[in-house]
């Protein structure tokens, strides 16, 4: 079970620059182990639950909302908003908030993509590493659940992606949701948005989950998900092909946990067994019975696991 429900001790906004603040929060004890929390999408935001996978006497955790997304505004923003935006606003709030020289990273899903960028840029800052669910903005992970691949387990759910998008456009439905979510026209914005969401939100979990499928749900925050995911996707992550498994040697002497849903079909368990091929040193964990969500409760026993191990060393 997660630790109880807390509130933050300290919250505010970052002035990031364009336009961006960001909004942050501190969770836990103030002279504890630092550590960070980074939320997945991109697009998704931070919730009460994430303050609860550490524990609050034991842990000082930062967590926020990344670009144009959650409390942060301007809410959808996509301009000067990529990886390594992020990876800078992650040093800032290390230095200006957290201050602490290193802390533990914590990511699922994006998270995970974010985490190990940020491990990458700044190994020196990183105690220890966990990530859950590991997505490495790969091409051909992008078309397994955006284009074809996924949509063969779920033929039913992805009628209702492929709605927005005319016959003509669906060779690459990327593209095309990408000129809908970024037009002009609201009705056609919001409606490619919610599609997009509701697509991740229904095959996110290995059994259908109600919480799951509200997730997102209002209109602003499916625009928000919808289009900085898109956003980032089209763009390739702002990374290169490869890139985060080019750069593990980075994480050598970094400890670290890989945990991975077997029946994730948002993020396939290969991603996660060709991370651990390069980064050998990290505990590896395959949850057998469990798809994508942090909540499973294979996968929950496992983070909680993870941020209870390294709270004290």
Known sequence: MMYPEIRPYAQGFMDAGHGHRIYWELCGNPQGKPAVFLHGGPGAGCSPSHRRLFDPARYNVLLFDQRGCGRSTPSASIEHNTTWDLVAD???????????????????SWGSTLALAYAETHPERVNALIVRGIFLLRQAELRWFYQEGASWLFPDLWEGYLAPIPEAER????????RRLTGTDPQIRLQAAHAWTQWESHTISLLSNPAHHSAHAADQAAL??????????????????????????????????????????????KSAWDLHGVWPQAEFQMIPDAGHAFDEPGILTQLLAATDRYAND
């Open 171 to 178: 060779h690459d439905l990327m593209a095309a949701y990408r």
């Open 224 to 269: 928000a998900f919808a289009r900085i995911e898109n956003h980032y996707f089209v763009n390739h992550g702002f990374m290169e092909e490869g890139q985060l498994l080019h750069d593990a040697h980075k994480l050598a002497g970094i400890r670290g946990v890989i945990i991975q849903g077997r029946y994730d079909v948002c993020t396939p368990a």
């Open 90 to 108: 992650i040093e800032r709030l290390r230095i200006e908030v957290l201050r602490a020289d290193h802390m533990v990273v914590f990511g699922g």
